[in-house]
């Protein structure tokens, strides 16, 4: 039994530092993507349209406005995912009251006791055995990252980071844009797509239709795949809750979180409606809405002695 747990235990080790090294490479492939993308649709099909003259120019153009606005919104937010911290710890937390089960008797001081040393009876203490210090509520362990994420989600290896309270919404906003350029793309270069199934002559070097196809089958390929992905985070934010909690309380019947969809949307996203759609927050969201620093978050009243 010891034996399989070590295994277990160095496997998961191996897989973590794995995805660690995966870092510098998958911000690569998606740089490698976008620039497969831009040569396809402008360097080889829609820039020459400019040209043409006539109707082809005037949709050319609108296809580049469209395409360059929404690759502008995508490199923004995906940069923000990660270059922003999800969310750690505060040295020396420590919490006034359980909040993870609502309780509303303070905290003791004696009820922490040495952090080296935690009292695995305490039930209203949430502490890390791996980063050995206290947690917030709705925080866990990436081990990935090796540390505690506030409000993690999960980690992602497209990113580089993980996903937790102070980067979500630029997680959430990469997603939607994501699928916005991918099916913008997918629909201008399908004429060209369907064109090679056809009899006629294609103009263009080989390079030039090899470049627009792939382009094509990577796009389509991303549009379907981010759709659903984003469909289920959609969920997500309108039910105030992350992946790993969503798993966790698979079982439970309501979730003292859920404070209804438009306050649940603006626990993530913010309540000055100019921001909503930009990887950004105004600072006075940031002043009064103590969920966007990832400690304390509001619950319902009827619900705080919940437990999961």
Known sequence: MYRSGAVMAWNVFKFCTALRGLGSIMILLVLGVVGVTYYAVVLCNYGPALTAGGLDSIIALVILIVFHT?????????????????GGVPPNYRPL????????????????GPLTTPDPTNARIRYCRKCNQLKPPRCHHCS????????????CVWVVNCVGALNYKYFLLFLFYTFLET????????????????DGEIPGSPSTLATTFLAFVLNLAFALSVFGFLIMHISLVSANTTTIEAYEKKTSPKWRYDLGRRRNFEQ????????????????????KMPALQGIEYPSKPDLDAQEF
């Open 70 to 86: 929404l690759l502008v919104m995508l490199l923004w937010s995906y940069f923000s995912v990660v270059f922003t911290d999800p």
């Open 97 to 112: 009251v359980d909040q993870e089960r609502g309780d509303i008797d303070p905290l003791e001081a004696t009820e922490f």
């Open 144 to 155: 990935v990252c090796g540390r505690c994420v506030l409000k993690m989600d999960h980690h």
């Open 183 to 198: 099916t913008v793309v997918t629909l201008a270069l399908l004429p060209h797509f369907i064109a090679f199934f056809s």
């Open 268 to 287: 993530v996203f913010g309540t000055v409606q100019r921001y909503w759609f930009i990887p950004a927050y105004c600072d006075e969201d940031l002043r």
